[in-house]
């Protein structure tokens, strides 16, 4: 069965720290992969998906950054977090389909407090 | 502008009733529809959804209907119980080919508490 690992859980870090989330799928190959913001008071907005390894497209313009180095893993970063980029931080994967219901499947998430 | 809308940011239910949870929609090119429960420090877990060929579809508790012509949906539980409190996302999307079929667009979510 299909498994989806994000970490850390929990982030407290200063502003103007870098900060790296990591994201791996397990039991599946060619997913697409998705990483979801969820601010206080927000829905879930889409931040970065990828269809393919070094395939990343960008939703939301600002300091962060994702890659996928591998087949299953998805990575996003930022050089200079801001107080803005506090929130909760979700990872998803589905089926590589080029058509049809996009049904995702979303990792444990990862709370980030930037002080 | 936002495209998917769950105007009720919370709501309280008896345990055993019925509870509904509501969501509209303006971009006419969604053509399937899911909703989503979130504990808190939990990713959300697929529940349900519909494409847009239909008008309902059921899973037990929990039964989705669509309105295309009043861009609605909603989601009955019935009977709800305690174990239904969570945050609830509605999400669309459009399942044509291309760069579009990729994305789902959420609501801000509904918080069912369900009081026993």
């Known amino acids: 069965s299909q498994t989806i690992h994000q970490w850390p859980a929990t982030l407290v870090q200063p502003v103007g720290s870098p900060l790296s989330l990591e994201c791996t799928v397990e039991g599946t190959s060619n997913p697409n992969l998705y990483w979801y913001r969820q601010a206080a008071g927000r829905g879930l907005q889409l931040l970065f998906y990828?269809?393919?390894?070094?395939?990343i497209s960008s939703e939301v313009p600002q300091n962060l950054s994702a890659s996928r180095p591998q087949d299953r893993q998805f990575i996003l970063s930022s050089k200079k977090l801001l107080l803005s980029d506090s929130g909760f931080y979700l990872c998803?994967?589905?089926?590589?389909?080029?058509?049809?219901?996009?049904?995702?499947?979303f990792g444990a998430g990862s709370r980030l407090t930037v002080l | 502008d936002q495209q998917v809308k769950q105007n009720s940011p919370s709501l309280s239910v008896q345990e055993g009733r019925i509870s509904i949870l509501n969501c509209d929609y303006t971009n006419s090119m969604f053509d399937y529809f899911l909703w989503y429960k979130k504990y808190p420090a939990e990713g959300p877990t697929f529940l349900i959804s519909?494409?847009?060929?239909?008008d309902k579809n059921e899973d037990g508790r929990f039964t989705v209907f669509l309105n295309k012509s009043a861009k609605h949906l909603s989601l009955h539980i019935v009977p709800s119980q305690p174990g239904d409190s969570a945050v609830y996302f509605c999400?669309?999307?459009?399942?044509?080919?291309?760069?579009?079929?990729?994305?789902?667009?959420f609501g801000k979510g509904t918080k069912l508490s369900v009081i026993p």
């Open positions: 999400a669309a999307g459009v399942s044509d080919s291309g760069a579009g079929s990729y994305q789902l667009t």
């Open positions: 519909i494409s847009s060929i239909k």
């Open positions: 990828s269809v393919g390894i070094g395939q």
């Open positions: 998803a994967w589905s089926v590589g389909l080029n058509s049809g219901a996009n049904v995702l499947t």
